[in-house]
């Protein structure tokens, strides 16, 4: 019998099941004699390597990255040391060994020890192939059930805008399940603006995401009636490789629920969800009548056909059934779920919508801050800045960049107009919402405003003090 849920019992899950995948991927090699043709291979792999030719420097490295998970190359008259002492650290995804000789370390793979070592190789091109499709699966599956996490990390860089700009001049809607399988850079992009929220990137591919949702739905009707009529229930896998509290934090969840807000993949084979040591395997469990949850085999449409991939529609809702320990992973059994409360699923479909035309009157109202100030005409500068930033804050929380750029465009129109007091309240409140990891370029107008603020005030060691932050910064 179908279980039903309301609204209610999902939003309870949302303190139960909650752990941080905003996560990057970054390759590191261990290796003291590493010569320049393989560092160039690497970096045409993938965007961000790190060369470490000592434990000292593998051991900084690795505790200085921060919400990315790792790939670990180890040459092998390093690898038994590198094993033991950083084999358990949470940012470790896998480790291969690079050798000339596998028979030294073969012991390593068969007593199976070491969860995370996957394999050894002895030849470069075999290791780089295996390393670019491992990088493809491990970003795909970053954004797993990353629930109602909100850490506003910017996304939008110079090298994703050029790729935007590819994606932008040849794209046709007919083709959106192809081109989101077919570059990493595209369904990471794409779902971690989901789930960060982060609005201009929403807002840049708001075309793309409805194209998607589109074409799911056309082809779960489609394929509706043939999966009823042949099948009680299908079974799909997703891998992935969570740190031990996780699994901990999991094993404490059976019978909550769980939603995502990006794209789920998933796939017919458990042999692709094992790929590259993944220690845990969701089996997902969706009976063939639900119609509130949205997915489509799309291997006919995918760039990688052989991955049998079964793609979800935003916001599916699962129930944590069992959580097993069966051959060295844990295997997680979850169920679709189908509820009622249609108008609650369908206001989270909409609310990406009503976000993106609210952030279209920000970026009006904010252009026309800018520009009234710019022709000194800093009172209706001053109205529209504020009419921005209240926009802002109705659909965003306080901890982003667009905020703090609000806000110190509005210190900055009162400080011009000699309002010293409202002008030092309002940097004070950027500096108070600025998210995690901010760049150096918005920082240093900041410590400017402040350094001017403090200098009407004629409180001269602070005025200097900020005035050198901020000239470090534009260095």
Aim: proline share 1%.
């Amino acid at each position: 019998m179908k279980r039903l849920i309301i609204k209610e019992e999902i939003d309870e899950s949302k303190n139960v099941f909650t752990f941080n995948t905003d996560e990057d991927l970054t390759i590191t090699w261990f290796d003291d004699k590493i010569d320049d043709e393989i560092k160039t291979m690497l970096e045409q792999s993938h965007d961000h390597v790190q060369i470490c030719h000592s434990f000292d420097e593998i051991i900084l490295t690795i505790d200085n990255i921060r919400n990315e998970k790792i790939i670990l190359i180890v040459a092998g008259r390093y690898s038994r040391e590198t094993l033991f002492r950083i084999h358990d650290n949470d940012r470790i995804d896998t480790i291969y060994i690079f050798c000339l000789n596998m028979s030294l370390y073969q012991d390593l793979i068969d007593e199976k020890k070491y969860s995370k070592l996957v394999v050894i190789y002895i030849e470069y091109t075999t290791l780089f192939n295996i390393l670019i499709q491992q990088i493809h699966l491990i970003l795909k599956h970053l954004s797993i059930f990353n629930l109602f996490n909100h850490t506003d990390k910017p996304i939008l860089d110079l090298e994703y805008e050029s790729k935007i700009d590819i994606f932008e001049q040849t794209y046709v809607s007919s083709d959106a399940i192809r081109w989101y399988t077919k570059d990493s850079f595209l369904y990471c992009f794409v779902n971690k603006a989901l789930r960060t929220e982060d609005i201009e990137a929403l807002f840049r591919l708001r075309y793309f995401i409805k194209d998607i949702c589109k074409n799911l739905i056309l082809l779960f009707d489609k394929n509706f009636e043939i999966y009823q009529d042949s099948l009680e229930a299908i079974i799909v896998y997703r891998g992935l490789t969570l740190p031990i509290n996780i699994i901990d934090q999991l094993k404490q969840s059976v019978g909550k629920y769980v939603s995502t807000n990006g794209f789920l993949s998933t796939t017919f084979k458990r042999d692709v969800a094992e790929m590259f040591g993944a220690n845990v395997i969701f089996e997902i469990k969706i009976e063939t009548d639900l119609k509130n949850i949205i997915y489509g085999y799309i291997a006919n449409m995918s760039y990688n056909p052989s991955e049998d991939e079964v793609l979800f529609d935003l916001d599916a809702i699962f129930q944590i059934i069992d959580i097993q320990y069966k051959d060295n992973k844990y295997i997680i059994s979850m169920i679709a779920i189908e509820y009622f409360e249609e108008l609650y699923k369908n206001n989270l479909s909409n609310n990406n919508d009503n976000v993106l035309k609210e952030y279209e009157t920000y970026i009006l109202t904010g252009n026309l801050a800018d520009a009234y100030a710019q022709n000194d005409q800093y009172d209706l500068g001053l109205k529209y800045a504020l009419i921005s930033y209240q926009i802002h804050k109705n659909f965003h929380n306080n901890y982003s960049v667009s905020i703090v750029v609000s806000l110190l465009r509005i210190s900055l129109i009162y400080l011009i107009n000699e309002e010293i007091q409202l002008a030092f309240d309002y940097i004070q409140q950027a500096f108070q919402s600025l998210p995690m990891n901010v760049n150096s370029q918005l920082l240093a107008p900041m410590y400017l405003c402040l350094s001017r603020c403090y200098l009407k005030q004629e409180t001269y060691s602070e005025a200097s003090k900020y005035c050198q932050k901020s000239l470090e910064k534009f260095n």
